[in-house]
């Protein structure tokens, strides 16, 4: 019996504890290495990081990464939760 999909789950909640300390940005991450380098695009010249889990679109502006998001990724990230 499995009332829940388990590695659903883990993704969701624990086994990344690392939070990036960017503002606006909730990525999370399992160790402290690959926040280290995800931290990059924040001290790039591209600072604004799609949000949406499984993207790694990143923009020089917070114009651009709405756009972006608007076109592509909104619709996933949120599918009919409002
Ligand atoms: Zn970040
Ligand atoms: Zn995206």
Redesign the pocket.
Known sequence: MMPYNISCYSLVAGEKPFE?E?EG?D?RFANSSDRKK??H??TSDKPY?CRVRGCDKSYTHPSSLRKHMKVSCETVSSPKMK
Do not use: A, Q, T
């Open positions: 990036c960017f940005c990525r995800h931290s695009v924040h990081n």
